[in-house]
């Protein structure tokens, strides 16, 4: 699966979902890679997403309040004359480069998709019509991550070393990878006993093993 994303000014950047990893590549408007970097399976877990839009009304109402008072003399003359002087052309110039700079603020700075992961942050413009794509790529990365983890460590052999594979079943399971149920599974039958405790007369007592 592949996410890619052009913003103007600031190239493109691509996001994809390999076999054993995630790869992020971000080239500028010339088309050169200014970060590459691939993160393994193992180092995604936990991952956040978040979509985020925060739009300074204000900050716009006063702009078009200001924009309006600067139109005001040169729309007037122009109406009266039929004739437009060099002041209506320099409004036409100044709400040009606001509905521009509008535009860069509104994909780089007010509208945002963030995905974290577990040692990388990609923050992404928060296009309304890439709302969907970006949480489905959220949903396939949780999910190839886990699937990948469960193929690769998720079994066990009593016949090794059982404090590694504990220790293994333990990071499954705090990954939330494993279930409860299927952790406690795997570490009976490397233990060969239940984990919880039994107590008898006010003491502690150790589960009995299970042959």
Avoid at 123 to 131: I, V
Wanted: net charge positive.
């Amino acid at each position: 699966m592949i996410f890619t994303q052009k913003q103007l000014f600031q190239g493109t950047t691509t996001v994809a979902l390999r076999a054993e990893s995630l790869y992020v590549c971000k080239r500028n408007p010339q088309g050169v890679a200014t970060l590459e970097t691939e993160v393994p399976y193992e180092e995604i877990l936990p991952v956040k997403a978040e979509v985020s839009r925060r739009i300074p009304v204000n900050q716009l109402l006063l702009t078009a309040l200001l924009l309006a008072f600067l139109g005001y003399e040169p729309w007037r003359h122009w109406l009266a004359t039929g004739v437009a002087d060099t002041a209506l052309y320099g409004w036409w110039l100044v709400l040009g480069l606001n509905l521009l700079a509008s535009y860069l603020r509104f994909e780089q700075q007010w509208s945002t998709f963030r995905l974290q992961t577990a040692h990388l942050v990609i923050t992404l413009a928060g296009r309304p019509w890439q709302r969907r794509q970006f949480r489905a790529l959220v949903a396939e990365l949780e999910r190839r991550t886990k699937t990948y983890l469960r193929d690769e460590y998720g079994q066990v052999n009593p016949l090794g070393f059982i404090e590694p594979q504990l220790r293994r079943v333990a990071w499954l399971r705090e990954l939330d990878v494993l279930s409860a149920r299927e952790a406690q599974a795997l570490s009976l039958r490397l233990t060969g006993r239940r984990p919880d405790t039994m107590t008898s007369m006010g003491q502690e007592l150790e589960s009995p093993y299970l042959n």
